[in-house]
């Protein structure tokens, strides 16, 4: 039987609020499709941002017990998927693994981010919290028996780090599901001559060099954090619901970049793309709009082999590349573009990952 985590909000017994994103919702949904049973664990409410890592090892405790009363009826033979990082945490969650696994229970996890990369390395992060990601991570990689990673550059990453090349399987990038998704609509919104897309976190922290951009290009946006400014060549389109966004999208291409620089990406999140998949890649092509990517990032490949956008070193790269595109060789990307979205839009990736599985 497979078996797989879905934690919740709970008020008096009831559902009453998912925090799960929308590359976890989509995973818990594909799950569901190929007839995985639901092992539902209550998130405790706390004061402050869901995603708050408490530093009480009360709570700690309270979040293992949750999770051993859960689990309690798997059996040997059953695979239990969870998907990494939680959304709330617990460094005793290594005694439930543990014991998972002497019963004979498989234990597979979806990496959605390494935090030892991506989190704790950042000036705001206490000691505390940096040590428990740390030592959550540590046990999540060292008793999953299967790794469901990005892709070849975070396998690569994590067996320097000392993880079993046997244990990891590259996904590539994800899944995006999109409701009610109108292809002859789409196909008409976005055109050679529209600005350049950029959709996703906008605060300065993690994307700073949006407010940077080369005034010889158009851009809209779209995402939370963004300051505004009067800048002719910027248009702010809003923050909008993750399966709403790809019928708002409008532009040419949709740009994948990260950090506090122009000229490549740079600081912990510029980082990060040498390794990871993002999710507004996926969110692009699934919407069948081509991209721009960073060359030094892991999805380069990914883009370049299935000819579905371009890669540049710098923001400063792209009108020159643009201007001397022709019309059939932009129309053939956003061909391909609408060939892996249609693919990322019915959940395929991941179906035959999990059927590799056997």
Request: hydrophobic content about 40%.
């Amino acid at each position: 039987m497979n078996y797989f985590i879905k934690e919740q909000f709970y008020s008096k017994g009831r559902t009453f609020k998912s925090a799960a994103s929308k590359a976890r919702l989509d995973i818990e949904n594909i799950f569901l499709r190929e007839q995985f049973e639901p092992i539902k664990i209550e998130i405790i409410p706390r004061k402050g941002n869901m995603n708050y890592i408490s530093t009480s090892l009360k709570n700690h405790f309270q979040v293992m017990l949750l999770w051993r009363t859960a689990v309690h009826n798997i059996e040997r033979g059953d695979r239990l998927f969870i998907q990494f990082p939680l959304q709330q945490h617990s460094i005793f969650l290594d005694f439930v693994l543990k014991k998972l696994i002497r019963r004979g229970v498989e234990i597979i996890t979806v990496i959605h981010d390494l935090e030892s990369i991506r989190v704790i390395k950042r000036d705001d992060i206490s000691f505390f919290k940096s040590y428990i990601l740390k030592k959550e991570e540590f046990f999540f990689l060292k008793w999953s028996s299967k790794l469901i990673v990005h892709n070849d550059a975070m396998k690569s990453f994590l067996i320097k780090k000392g993880i079993s090349s046997s244990k990891l399987i590259p996904l590539q990038i994800f899944d995006y599901l999109i409701p009610d998704y109108d292809t002859q609509i789409m196909k008409k919104r976005f055109n050679q001559m529209q600005p350049i897309i950029i959709a996703g976190t906008l605060r300065p922290h993690k994307a700073d060099y949006v407010y940077h951009l080369p005034t010889n290009l158009n851009f809209n946006l779209y995402g939370a954090g963004y300051v505004k400014n009067d800048l002719p060549n910027i248009s702010y389109k809003g923050v909008f619901r993750p399966n709403e966004l790809p019928n708002l999208l409008e532009g040419s291409f949709g740009l994948v970049w990260d950090g506090d620089d122009i000229k490549t990406c740079a600081g912990i999140y510029g980082e990060y793309l040498k390794i990871n998949s993002p999710h507004k890649l996926s969110l692009y092509l699934a919407a069948g709009v081509p991209v721009i990517v960073w060359k030094e990032a892991a999805v380069e490949k990914f883009v370049m082999l299935n000819n579905c956008g371009f890669a540049v070193n710098s923001l400063l790269e792209i009108k020159s590349k643009i201007d001397v595109m022709s019309d059939e060789e932009y129309t053939g990307m956003k061909k391909n573009a609408r060939n892996v979205g249609r693919l990322l839009r019915s959940g395929l990736l991941l179906k035959e990952l999990l059927n590799q599985l056997g």
